[in-house]
């Protein structure tokens, strides 16, 4: 009896250190920060890319768990919604886009937000890639001259119902006098996708999200944004070369927190967002997804995203008085 004794507390001595030495590890596990960053686009899209690129490279220097978490929908607005909901402690975030914050605004009636001010800007990442006008390999269509001489209607995918490119897609039948129709989609990464199948003509998005299949020879991009050519495609004119101006200003992307975070978590977000964009890792993944690495303060991306907000109102209140509110769910509408 009194061996069978012994032997059961040698067993559970062991037994019982182990548990301590997990309970410890499951204490320091709970006791690691979690940081959540929102994207309010599909997984595989350029913003979602970025958003995934910048978490890595936080978790590292924040010594925090950093996750990204896709909420897609109404072009950004569900994610945006969540980050106004949430604690304003810093662990929550949005990584954005212009659409979202400056342009929802203008098009959803009752969105829960006014203008980008009513998020805490903290860093800006990136000019956000242009946008770019792209056909399939095989279409006719070369070059925006084109559009004015094809017969019959064109439909033409945009990544959100009243985005920047749904917007574009009204000028290009105005200045063109072409029966062009927007399809909406819920991100830019389906877009594509059916771009390449030939369920719509033309595609209209950022060029990260075309720049791969242009590459791989199977889009053809026929003009982008911004004040002169893009490195990635030297030999596509922008928009402004082919006599179409008022895209000559690009777009940003940007981290946000709720409005009330504390400036010292500001602070420190920002350095490590700085420090990040520094990696050359970091920079040629940004040039591989198209976009230009352009760091800025909370102050420099606050005042971006209020410029972008004021210069397309006129034009994005316009096309809700004729719309309504669009499909706020922004769903997939392919040509036949």
Do not use: C
Request: avoid cysteine; glycine fraction near 10%; aromatic fraction near 4%.
């Amino acid at each position: 009896m009194k061996l069978a004794v012994s032997l059961g507390r040698r067993r559970l001595l062991p037994a019982l250190a182990l548990g301590a030495l997990g309970a410890t590890a499951a204490g320091r596990l709970r006791a690691v920060p979690l940081t959540r960053i929102l994207v309010g686009f599909p997984p595989g899209g350029g913003v979602d890319i970025i958003a995934r690129l910048l978490a890595r490279q936080l978790e590292a220097s924040l010594g925090e768990v950093v996750v990204v978490e896709n909420r897609p929908g109404a072009g950004g607005l569900l994610a945006a919604r969540e980050l106004l909901a949430a604690r304003p402690d810093g662990h929550t975030l949005l990584f954005s886009n212009e659409h979202t914050l400056a342009i929802v605004p203008h098009i959803m009636a009752g969105a829960g937000y006014a203008s980008p001010d009513d998020f805490a800007a903290v860093a800006q990442v990136t000019d956000k890639s242009s946008i770019a006008l792209a056909v399939r390999a095989d279409s006719p269509l070369h070059s925006l001259r084109d559009l004015s001489m094809h017969a019959g209607a064109l439909s033409v995918g945009v990544p959100a119902p009243g985005s920047v490119p749904e917007l574009v897609v009204e000028l290009l039948r105005e200045r063109y006098e072409v029966a062009v129709t927007a399809v909406r989609y819920r991100g830019g990464a389906p877009l594509v996708t059916d771009l390449q199948a030939g369920y719509v003509a033309l595609g209209l998005t950022s060029l990260a999200e075309l720049l791969e299949q242009a590459r791989a020879g199977r889009l053809r991009v026929l003009a982008v944004s911004g004040p002169v050519r893009h490195p990635e495609l030297a030999d596509v004119p922008t928009f402004a070369e082919q006599g179409f101006a008022g895209l000559e200003r690009g777009g940003v992307a940007g981290l946000f927190a709720p409005r009330g975070v504390a400036p010292a978590r500001v602070e420190q977000l920002q350095q490590q967002v700085a420090r990040a964009l520094e990696s050359e890792e970091v920079r040629g993944q940004l040039r591989l997804q198209g976009s230009r690495v352009n760091f800025g303060d909370a102050a420099t991306l606050a005042r971006n995203m209020n410029a972008i907000h004021d210069a397309w109102a006129e034009r994005a209140e316009a096309w809700r008085a004729r719309s309504g509110a669009g499909d706020p769910e922004g769903r997939s509408q392919p040509a036949s």
